[in-house]
């Protein structure tokens, strides 16, 4: 199986800032990698997929990048509405998630 | 616009087996993607459960196969699973997800139930 980690396993940042997380693969799953975000009660929405295209809808301050086995996602101005666990997901079976990143405001 | 529903008993005994369906609205369970469960342990991450396809056709988590068993109704546009021996290990939120697939390759969860807790316990 694919393992997924993810750091920081939290953050706190100011309204504007820009956030970063990353999600390391251990193997390489190309650009095989998807990022979700999870409000408290609900189920989780896809923002970006193969690394780096941002899904119909999804507000542009929202982006990814990176191949191989290292990946980052970035909120480039940190709003209140972001505030959510970001959880990454590579594709190959079985399907695994990185254990998610918890995001609030400062 | 796709929609999923879990339903299912809320409350499984230990040692007994948590049954769900997601009914499929807006959309044929027929199309050409793969149809998953996923659950979340309350205050934890996701796990990938496993997914069928409307052939019948599934992929299981190793961690969990030998308890899983996932159905295709076509005739009711739904699927269900079935998970034996529960433990309260297995107490977690329950989704079903739509896997997209795209040039034969299955990609993204793109459409999700509101999710159904289900608790173990006598």
């Known amino acids: 199986d694919i393992q997924m980690t993810q750091s920081p396993s939290s953050l706190s940042a100011s309204v504007g800032d820009r956030v970063t997380i990353t999600c390391q693969a251990s193997?390489?799953?190309?650009?095989?990698l998807n990022w979700y975000q999870q409000k408290p009660g609900k189920a989780p929405k896809l923002l970006i997929y193969d690394a780096s295209n941002l899904e119909t809808g999804v507000p542009s301050r929202f982006s990814g990048s990176g191949s191989g086995t290292d990946f980052t996602f970035t909120i480039s101005s940190l709003q209140p509405e972001d505030i959510a666990t970001y959880y990454c997901?590579?594709?190959?079976?079985?399907?695994?998630f990185g254990p998610g990143t918890k995001v609030d405001i400062k | 616009q796709v929609q999923l529903q879990e339903s299912g008993p809320g409350l499984v005994k230990p040692s007994g087996t948590l049954s769900l369906t997601c009914a499929v609205s807006?959309?044929?369970?027929?199309?050409?993607?793969?149809w998953s469960w996923i659950r979340q342990p309350p205050g934890k991450g996701l796990e990938w459960i496993g997914e069928i396809y409307h052939s019948g056709s599934t992929n299981y988590n190793p961690s969990l196969k030998s308890r899983v068993t996932i159905s295709v109704d076509k005739s009711k546009n739904q699927f269900s699973l079935k998970l034996s021996s529960v433990t309260a290990a297995d107490t977690a939120v329950y989704y079903c997800?739509?896997?997209?697939?795209?040039?034969?390759?299955?990609?993204?969860?793109?459409?999700w139930g509101q999710g159904t807790l289900v608790t173990v316990s006598s």
């Open positions: 997901q590579q594709y190959d079976n079985p399907v695994t």
């Open positions: 807006g959309g044929s369970i027929s199309s050409s993607n793969w």
């Open positions: 193997q390489d799953i190309s650009n095989y």
């Open positions: 997800a739509r896997r997209l697939v795209w040039l034969d390759v299955p990609y993204y969860f793109d459409y």
